[in-house]
């Protein structure tokens, strides 16, 4: 709720210069790019889902659940989206907004909009820096859980250790990060959207193609049992291949454009996804085959 508030107050008093603003028209490259950091953003929610969902009681409907975290995602983001458009393309038009906005500086356009509201504005700026935790304390329980998976001997560690490795982790490249924070912030989103689309390419055709779309087909009583769960190798072959082959040539980013990218924009998310499906394929077929067993 302050973060809603927030953003009421500050479309509030800056509404009005919103109106009819002058806007470039936006080119196919720049729409790529676009998509490719929003990807990045919303689904690597997918591989962090089932940390959360196994909570959920098996009998709710499946559909359901999908229903809600889609409108979930889909609600905020549309409406986000589109007022930060809106505000980004007045800035030219309004001095102390274009003064907040420098070096792409997102706090401080936030600021700089809520400045009439004087003191109230500053107390909401620093309730919106401070919302930034409630998205990283479910990243971090999942980094807790993961480094445990990855690591069985580290299970006699408590979690909240992990957290606050992650933490002290965090701060230091928050800090460098902070004086080109919407550069970083999208070459993070972008390589990130890049490994989520492989991920969900073969996550997809694993679940529906060699496990017939069927939850039975998987044998939870192994789930901790590594020989008699899948090696791996054939998701490590597609994701590294298709990363060599695809995504690097595709990927437009302020360190690297690669020389696809140099004409198209950005397709390294869904060229990345594409050649994760058709290596996916053979590789893990192979691997069923040699090991005899999903």
């Known amino acids: 709720m302050p973060v809603v508030l927030s953003f009421v107050v500050a479309?509030?008093?800056?509404?009005?210069?919103?109106?009819?603003?002058?806007?470039?028209?936006?080119?196919?490259?720049?729409?790529l790019?676009?998509?490719?950091?929003?990807?990045?953003?919303?689904?690597?929610?997918?591989?962090?889902?089932?940390?959360?969902?196994?909570?959920?009681h098996p009998s709710v409907s499946s559909w359901r659940l999908f229903i809600y975290s889609y409108l979930g995602f889909l609600s905020p983001v549309v409406t986000l989206q589109c007022l930060g458009a809106a505000v980004v393309v007045a800035v030219p038009s309004v001095p102390h907004w274009e003064a907040g906005y420098a070096g792409g500086n997102v706090g401080g356009l936030l600021e700089a909009m809520l400045h009439p509201v004087k003191g109230f504005g500053k107390f909401l700026t620093v309730l919106l820096s401070l919302s930034v935790a409630g998205n990283l304390a479910a990243t971090f329980y999942s980094f807790s859980l993961n480094i445990q998976v990855f690591v069985p001997p580290l299970v006699i560690v408590p979690r909240y250790v992990?957290?606050?490795?992650?933490?002290?982790?965090?701060?230091?490249?928050?800090?460098?990060?902070?004086?080109?924070?919407?550069?970083?912030?999208?070459?993070?989103?972008?390589?990130?959207?890049y490994w989520a689309s492989i991920f969900v390419a073969i996550i997809l055709v694993e679940h529906l193609l060699f496990r017939k779309n069927n939850p039975n087909n998987y044998?939870?009583?192994?789930?901790?049992?590594?020989?008699?769960?899948?090696?791996?190798?054939?998701?490590?072959?597609?994701?590294?291949m298709s990363f060599g082959l695809i995504v690097v040539p595709g990927m437009d980013q302020v360190w690297f454009v690669g020389p696809l990218a140099k004409t198209t924009g950005d397709i390294g998310f869904e060229a990345a996804f594409a050649l994760s499906v058709i290596l996916y394929i053979p590789f893990r077929a192979l691997e069923i085959r040699l090991r005899k067993t999903l």
């Open 33 to 56: 790019n676009f998509a490719s950091s929003l990807a990045g953003f919303m689904i690597t929610y997918s591989p962090l889902s089932s940390d959360f969902t196994t909570y959920f």
């Open 219 to 240: 044998d939870v009583e192994h789930w901790n049992i590594p020989q008699r769960l899948p090696s791996g190798i054939a998701a490590i072959a597609s994701a590294v």
């Open 162 to 193: 992990f957290s606050i490795l992650a933490t002290a982790i965090v701060i230091p490249l928050a800090i460098v990060g902070a004086t080109s924070f919407y550069e970083a912030l999208t070459d993070f989103l972008g390589v990130i959207g």
């Open 11 to 31: 479309l509030g008093v800056g509404g009005k210069h919103l109106s009819n603003p002058p806007a470039e028209p936006a080119t196919a490259r720049a729409v």
